[in-house]
């Protein structure tokens, strides 16, 4: 899975953002050529642009779009906030979900990250989540880190949120070059 939004949807934490400056030029730098290799490399790709802001894309392998009317149940909960619904989920996921009526989003992994994801920001200041870091990697530099489990990111209540504390904003950490580069000490 693949979502790449721009900083009219989402405002960059500033955590990925200093990591991101120490990085030198990524390879990739559009986020076109990002989505583009996503389906290069998954051929059952789906990949759905909105407008210049927002470009979506999953595989079929493992991973199924969320249907509207799941999102509309969990965005209509009241009076429960998606997150509650969310942290009583069981299972393992993790899933990207931007509502275009609303332009909000709503990222979140399950409380144990079974299912990867990562995030980062690419070097055209786009923010990208995926499921697959080598697809990140050349994109996002040193800015790119595992989304934190037992998390959500939404754009409506303001960043990155605990499930158990969802008051309190937590912080993003960018990963270990050793963790994303797959470098060892001897």
């Known amino acids: 899975m693949l979502g790449v939004f ?3 949807i989402v405002s960059p934490p500033d955590e990925l953002v200093a990591a991101g400056s120490r990085t030198p030029s990524p390879k990739v730098t559009a986020a076109a050529k990002l989505l ?3 389906v290069e490399a998954n051929s059952s790709a789906v990949s759905v642009q909105i407008g210049d802001h ?3 894309a999953y595989t079929h392998h493992n991973q199924s779009a969320v249907q509207p009317r799941s999102f509309a149940a969990l965005r209509d909960r009241a009076p429960y906030p998606p997150n509650h619904v969310v942290g009583h989920l069981e299972g393992n996921f993790a899933f990207i ?3 275009k009526s609303t332009s909000t989003l709503f ?6 990250a079974k299912v990867p994801l990562y995030w980062g920001i690419t070097a055209d200041g ?3 989540f995926a499921d697959d870091a080598d697809l990140l990697k050349g994109a ?3 800015s790119l880190a595992s989304f934190p489990q037992g998390c959500f990111f939404s754009t409506a209540a303001g960043g990155l949120r605990s499930y158990e504390h969802p008051n309190n904003k937590i912080t993003a950490v960018p990963a270990k070059e050793e963790e994303i580069w797959g470098l060892s000490s001897w």
């Not at 990222?107 to 144990?112: I, S």
């Open 36 to 38: 583009a290799r996503f």
């Open 107 to 112: 990222v979140a992994t399950d409380q144990y």
């Open 54 to 56: 927002v470009q979506l």
């Open 126 to 128: 786009y923010v990208a």
């Open 6 to 8: 721009s900083s009219s």
């Open 140 to 142: 996002c530099g040193k």
């Open 97 to 99: 979900v931007f509502d």
